[in-house]
């Protein structure tokens, strides 16, 4: 039986500010219309979304073989620790309570049609690495990432609070959305070489090891090109800038041709960027 530590670890904790940052700069934009209950239902949705994720991935790779030989964190089916059912089940309850909470923030919002968004966002959780065709192999992991990480956690966010989107919370989702497919990007660069012998054919994959370095120096840039856009109807927003000084060592690490473990802590490095943007520019477009 798999130890709580062990659960914890295959719950990828290192990836959850890919879900929390999202909704900061989503309420954030939502002013003056912030209210605290449909931002906390907002977050408990993305991080029960992105536990759940974490652990279908866990439980598709490791039936389907490509985790037995991987670096980086502990995967629990691939590893042995956990029977697959269980790492399946966990991933189920982890959806079920995204969807409770989703349907109570649609409720108080009535906003009824983002239940349709929501049912979206739950199957692509799954179908990333599950099914019998996951999109995750075939390329689409990234664009899938900006899409619901970015656009749909930070506009829905923005919108079930002040029932609109702005050109403001947009450029938010585009940044969002690029620092998330950066995390992704940084994870799969790391694993191009049991990907390609496994069958899993990523962007990386598909890209190779210098494009996909490329890819992931462009992504992390975009945030930036952001600011300066929304700094344009909301100056204090500029402060988001200073989150650049903690993707330095991550930048250096992807540009350098860092490998294998030694890419481990780009991840961390770049959702931490991603937070510190997040908190940083809603912090200025709250006060501005």
């Not at 500010?17 to 408990?44: H, K, Y």
């Not at 702005?166 to 969002?176: N, Q």
């Not at 799969?188 to 899993?200: H, I, Q, S």
Request: aromatic letters at 8%; glycine letters at 10%; hydrophobic letters at 60%.
């Amino acid at each position: 039986m798999a130890t709580f530590t062990q659960w914890v670890t295959g719950a990828r904790v290192r990836t959850l500010p890919n879900s929390v940052a999202p909704v900061i700069v989503g309420a954030a934009a939502a002013a003056p219309a912030f209210s605290w209950p449909r931002t906390l239902l907002a977050l408990l949705v993305a991080l029960a979304l992105q536990v759940g994720v974490n652990y279908a991935n866990d439980y598709s790779d490791g039936i389907r073989g490509t985790d037995a030989d991987r670096v980086g964190p502990l995967r629990l089916v691939g590893s042995g620790a956990v029977a697959p059912a269980a790492v399946r089940a966990a991933a189920f309850a982890c959806f079920g309570l995204a969807a409770v909470a989703g349907l109570a923030l649609v409720a108080v919002s009535g906003h009824w049609w983002l239940l349709l968004v929501g049912a979206l966002c739950i199957a692509a959780a799954w179908f990333y690495t599950g099914g019998s065709r996951p999109y995750g192999y075939s390329g689409w992991g990234e664009a899938a990432v900006f899409l619901f990480f970015g656009l749909v956690a930070v506009l829905g966010t923005q919108y079930v609070q002040a029932d609109t989107v702005t050109w403001t919370g947009a450029a938010c989702a585009a940044a969002m959305g690029s620092f998330s497919a950066a995390v992704l990007v940084a994870n799969n660069l790391r694993d191009v070489p049991t990907d390609a012998v496994t069958g899993k054919t990523t962007l990386a994959v598909r890209l190779g090891e210098a494009n996909t370095r490329l890819l992931y120096a462009a992504l992390v840039t975009l945030p930036f090109a952001m600011t300066l856009l929304i700094a344009v109807s909301a100056k204090l927003a500029l402060i988001g800038l200073l989150s650049a000084a903690v993707l330095i060592p991550a930048v250096r690490a992807v540009t350098e041709k860092a490998t294998g473990m030694a890419l481990v802590p780009v991840l961390k490095q770049t959702g931490l960027a991603m937070l510190a943007w997040a908190v940083l520019t809603g912090a200025g477009l709250a006060l501005g």
